[in-house]
């Protein structure tokens, strides 16, 4: 098991991503492990605070894309064929529940980011509460570098959570920055040297368990509720119209409006998703992992 996941007696849980050799990116399997730690995490009442980390030189780097790819590919046509929502515990959704994107999770999480923290580790630094970063690590939303597209939460948490100019940054340069500058964005709470980071993440996770836990959790859930408040209440407003557009007797016209409204509105994440797809298919999408893996300049279409 490459996902570790291991609870102190001061109600503190540590959570490791090691799988070294493949930059700790994440496969079918291990998406669907660090789904069920954050499960288990969310789900055990003695669990207050979660401290996350990887192994080696790398933080989290997401998608293994040489297997996940093909993998979930298979996957999705097997639950589309038998009308089932999993297949021997895997879900669709395992990779955007791992890197905490719509993932309702109200107890705090620490990251300990020890090293490269791209792609999915950028997409679940945004669901995490407190950062703490080694003097080597460094963070990137590579995406667009490679024809591709964040689409696990980063492209709407992160220009909420810094600066508009600091997240365009990020997102827009598709640059490597070095954790001191990061810090400075305002992405991380602190930086440190590496033989002091899981003590520092402690640290912050034992001055939290010194407050009431159900006072923490309602404390965070008011936060993101005020972040993320409108993918509640489109949510809500959706809901509303379907039920309207049902009503017995109700004006063709007025039904058409009402079911026009609920397709056209949509939440902030959803949105991205049906950006996602679009990129993926394009050609762009096929031309930057495949000059990556070629060691040359991609030749861009912009179709």
Same mark, same amino acid.
Request: proline share 4%; charged share 25%; net charge negative.
């Given at each position: 098991?490459?996902?570790?996941?291991?609870?102190?007696?001061?109600? %503190?849980?540590?959570?490791?991503?090691?799988?070294?050799? @493949?930059? +700790?990116?994440?496969?079918?399997?291990?998406?669907?492990?660090?789904?069920?730690?954050?499960?288990?995490?969310?789900? *055990?009442?003695?669990?207050?605070?979660?401290?996350?980390?990887? %192994?080696?030189?790398?933080?989290?780097?997401?998608?293994?894309?040489?297997?996940?790819?093909?993998?979930?590919?298979?996957?999705?046509?097997?639950?589309?064929?038998?009308?089932? @929502?999993?297949?021997?515990?895997?879900?669709? *959704? *395992?990779?955007?529940?791992? %890197? /905490?994107?719509?993932?309702?999770?109200?107890?705090?999480?620490? #990251?300990?980011? +020890?090293?490269?923290?791209?792609?999915?580790?950028?997409?679940?630094?945004?669901?995490?509460?407190?950062?703490?970063?080694?003097?080597?690590?460094?963070?990137?939303?590579?995406?667009?570098?490679?024809?591709?597209?964040?689409?696990?939460?980063?492209?709407?948490?992160?220009?909420?959570?810094?600066?508009?100019?600091?997240?365009?940054?990020?997102?827009?340069?598709?640059? /490597?920055?070095?954790?001191?500058?990061?810090?400075?964005?305002?992405?991380? +709470?602190?930086?440190?040297?590496?033989?002091?980071?899981? *003590?520092?993440?402690?640290?912050?996770? +034992?001055?939290?368990?010194?407050?009431?836990?159900?006072? %923490?959790? #309602?404390?965070?859930?008011?936060?993101?509720?005020?972040?993320?408040?409108?993918?509640?209440?489109?949510?809500?407003?959706?809901?509303?119209?379907?039920?309207?557009?049902?009503?017995?007797? /109700?004006?063709?016209?007025?039904?058409?409006?009402?079911?026009? /409204?609920?397709?056209?509105?949509?939440?902030?994440?959803?949105?991205?998703?049906?950006?996602?797809?679009?990129?993926?298919?394009?050609?762009?999408?096929?031309?930057?992992?495949?000059?990556?893996?070629?060691?040359?300049?991609?030749?861009?279409?912009?179709?």
């Amino acid at each position: 098991m490459a996902i570790h996941y291991a609870q102190d007696a001061e109600h %503190v849980v540590l959570i490791t991503i090691d799988r070294p050799e @493949s930059r +700790n990116s994440a496969d079918m399997e291990h998406f669907k492990l660090l789904r069920e730690a954050w499960d288990r995490f969310r789900d *055990d009442d003695s669990a207050w605070v979660a401290i996350v980390t990887g %192994v080696g030189e790398a933080f989290f780097s997401g998608a293994d894309l040489k297997s996940y790819i093909p993998e979930i590919t298979k996957l999705q046509a097997e639950i589309a064929s038998g009308g089932r @929502s999993e297949i021997n515990g895997y879900r669709l *959704d *395992d990779g955007t529940k791992a %890197v /905490l994107r719509n993932y309702e999770l109200n107890k705090p999480v620490i #990251a300990a980011v +020890n090293g490269f923290c791209t792609a999915g580790g950028m997409e679940m630094l945004g669901g995490t509460d407190i950062r703490v970063a080694c003097t080597e690590a460094k963070f990137a939303v590579m995406e667009p570098s490679r024809g591709l597209f964040a689409g696990g939460g980063t492209t709407v948490r992160l220009p909420r959570q810094i600066p508009w100019a600091q997240a365009m940054e990020f997102l827009l340069c598709a640059d /490597l920055i070095p954790a001191e500058r990061a810090l400075q964005m305002g992405l991380l +709470n602190a930086v440190v040297d590496r033989d002091e980071l899981l *003590d520092t993440a402690r640290n912050y996770a +034992n001055r939290i368990v010194e407050n009431a836990p159900l006072a %923490v959790q #309602a404390t965070k859930q008011s936060a993101l509720s005020g972040l993320y408040h409108d993918e509640e209440e489109l949510g809500i407003l959706r809901a509303g119209l379907r039920g309207l557009s049902g009503v017995e007797g /109700l004006p063709a016209e007025a039904r058409e409006i009402l079911e026009s /409204l609920g397709r056209r509105l949509s939440t902030a994440f959803a949105r991205e998703s049906k950006l996602s797809r679009k990129i993926f298919s394009s050609e762009d999408a096929k031309e930057g992992p495949k000059a990556f893996a070629e060691k040359r300049k991609p030749n861009w279409q912009a179709r």
